[in-house]
């Protein structure tokens, strides 16, 4: 089996893209850098991995991926620091979780060397794409998808695992307001919600865009059988500030084990608060809300960092957060800044350099 980068083979661009693109104001997963990883598993072996230029792929319509959605991926983001040092942030947990969801799918592992190997050589053949700057990073986005040609609904026996990277600014902008959803759900128990699984992305779209004609920016779901349960919001994780508590749901096999939430609570204990996760209801929610002590909503995910939320839908009613002089994301979020851009020590040993 070839899992080694030895024989990587690399084709570069003729002509950069950079200079027709403002660093500065970008959308969010519109423009990709110059160069993509790519490494196919045939029968049973990993193929000689390739970088060359981002374009197109080819694949036969009958792809399985097209058909059942035998896809998942990961979100990971490159800092540079003030003297152009580049890290990225934890990308152990991104190996770790990437192998997770692939092993639910029924997908081989992907060797360590083509994950870790082709983000580190991707960002050093474009490392001027990483925009400076607070808030900007180059936006890593890791996928991996089964090409057999073949319809019939079963595991492939082929795959393939492509490393892209676009420069990036803010996931949000404006004010962001999250609907409790009550009627649909992301997940279910026993199923695919733990995993970054493609179909977990498109199975949220229709009722966000429902949320979206009512004001809001996302949802927050709920467990699929009560619908009492908050879970997460399917772009980042959450967490709620209720009395002198900061508190986000205990994992289950229907919510996303993010790496920012799991970095947020060991900052925050760090920091001596009260840092919990356990079951969260949407009545506890509300009764927190009109009783003035749920103090602060925020999301939590690669993409978004950490997001304050303005207030939450439920049942037709709107509960606003009180605007607060010093907000807890506030703190959270400049302390994780602080680490991501080398600006902090790391007694974690959270951040791997890579340039
Ligand atoms: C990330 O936070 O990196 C994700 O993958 C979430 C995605 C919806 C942008």
Request: charged content about 25%; aromatic content about 12%.
């Amino acid at each position: 089996m070839k899992d080694a980068l030895d024989d990587l083979k690399i084709t570069l661009v003729e002509e950069s893209r950079l200079p027709q693109v403002d660093l500065l104001h970008l959308t969010f997963g519109t423009v990709f850098s110059d160069h993509m990883f790519i490494a196919d598993y045939i029968d049973g072996r990993w193929q000689t991995p390739e970088i060359r230029p981002y374009g197109p792929i080819e694949l036969y319509p009958g792809a399985k991926v097209f058909h059942y959605g035998q896809a998942v991926f990961e979100g990971m983001k490159a800092f540079k620091d003030e003297e152009g040092r580049v890290f990225l942030f934890r990308p152990d947990k991104n190996f770790e979780r990437i192998n997770r969801s692939a092993w639910r799918l029924a997908m081989p592992p992907i060797p360590e060397e083509f994950f870790m190997g082709g983000i580190k050589k991707l960002i050093e053949l474009d490392k001027d794409w990483i925009p400076d700057g607070e808030g900007a990073s180059l936006y890593i986005r890791p996928v991996y998808i089964a090409i057999d040609n073949q319809i019939a609904a079963n595991a492939s026996r082929n795959y393939r695992f492509m490393i892209m990277t676009s420069p990036a600014q803010k996931y949000f902008s404006g004010e962001v307001k999250v609907k409790i959803e009550q009627h649909y759900s992301r997940a279910c128990a026993g199923g695919v919600g733990f995993a970054k699984a493609a179909g977990n992305y498109a199975a949220q779209f229709m009722p966000t865009m429902e949320a979206a004609k009512e004001g809001y920016t996302q949802l927050i779901w709920t467990d699929s059988k009560t619908h009492q349960l908050v879970e997460e919001s399917g772009a980042m994780n959450v967490f709620f500030r209720i009395g002198d508590e900061i508190c986000t749901p205990e994992l289950t096999d229907s919510i996303l084990p993010g790496v920012t939430r799991d970095s947020l609570l060991t900052l925050g204990r760090d920091q001596g608060l009260n840092m919990v996760e356990r079951k969260i209801t949407v009545d506890e929610l509300v009764d927190a809300a009109e009783s003035g002590e749920l103090k602060e909503i925020f999301g939590a995910g690669t993409a978004v960092t950490v997001l304050p939320i303005k207030g939450f839908g439920y049942k037709d009613k709107y509960y606003p957060m009180p605007e607060l002089d010093n907000p807890i994301a506030g703190i959270l979020k400049q302390m994780l800044l602080d680490i991501q851009y080398n600006r902090a020590p790391d007694p974690y040993g959270w951040r791997v350099r890579v340039l």
